[in-house]
């Protein structure tokens, strides 16, 4: 099993899922905040039930950037199971002389 | 004089990736989040048994959602599994957690479902950041500390020849 991070298809991956993310959930939710009410991921209803303002971003929109970045992240780990060799692992320590 | 600097967070309490309070709490985070799946599949086994009639109409509803239709679809075709296969699922999902057992297989399995629930459940009116999505971000916590190493049976299960001879076993269990 791979269990150091040194590829770099690891560091996009864990690049791009985490920022999939943080975009669908904290930097739209800033946005959202920005653009005034509501505030959610809702629209804004009266006491009769008539939608009065809805979100800039549509929850749809949130909710699949951050599927996608669980898919990345999914996608990723998959690759490197992938990549582990299916064999025995044989590490040995080898002594090297000094310089 | 010698003095000795003092740093309170720095000694006893220290919370130490590979330490002993880090692997006590993902144990404990382990064993609640499988009886949390463990109760809603083995109480719905016990009032439906394997024909959970609400599962295959739960999904028919999620329309919009950023699943596209690939839920109303499962919904309309894949009844005859998703009636027994949510509380199965959900009560093996569950103990695998619970006991560390295909920890990692499990919580796929649990992060799927949770999925379905966040976007199933949609209200967001709070914002996209719900009970629904801690739980499935609890899921892929466990998967990604390998929670099962941590007194549960995947410590004992990695440590057999089978999966020696097979490192990626290891992705699934962890």
């Known amino acids: ?99 | 004089m010698a003095t000795k600097a003092a740093n309170p967070l720095g000694e006893e309490f220290a919370f130490d990736i590979g330490g002993p309070i880090a692997k006590y709490w993902v144990a404990v985070l382990r064993v609640i989040t499988g009886w949390w799946f463990f109760h809603a599949g083995v109480t719905k086994l016990i009032e439906d048994g394997l024909a959970y009639g609400y599962g295959p109409m739960y999904m028919e509803g999620m329309t919009g959602t950023a699943l596209g239709p690939l839920p109303v679809w499962m919904g309309q075709n894949l009844a005859w599994l998703i009636k027994p296969g949510v509380p199965l699922f959900e009560t093996l999902i569950g103990l695998g957690i619970m006991f560390g057992v295909l920890t990692r297989l499990a919580a796929f399995g649990g992060a799927f479902f949770m999925t379905l629930f966040w976007v199933g459940n949609a209200d967001f009116a709070h914002g996209v950041v719900s009970g629904d999505l801690m739980g499935l971000l609890l899921f892929v916590t466990l998967a990604a500390l390998a929670a099962g190493r941590y007194y549960g049976l995947d410590a004992v299960i990695e440590q057999m020849a089978f999966v020696k001879r097979h490192p990626k076993l290891r992705y699934l269990l962890g």
């Open chain 1, 1 to 99: 099993m791979q269990e150091t991070i040194i590829d770099t298809i690891d560091k996009a991956a864990m690049a791009l899922g985490a920022g999939l993310m943080f975009l669908g959930i904290v930097v739209l939710g800033i946005v959202e905040i920005l653009a005034g009410p509501p505030y959610g991921a809702a629209p804004m209803t009266n006491d009769a039930g008539d939608i009065i303002a809805t979100p800039m971003f549509d929850p749809a929109l949130r909710t699949g950037l951050v599927i996608a970045g669980l898919v990345v992240l999914l996608v990723w780990q998959g690759y490197r199971m992938a990549a582990t060799p299916d064999q025995e692992q044989t590490d040995q320590q080898v002594e090297m002389a000094a310089d």
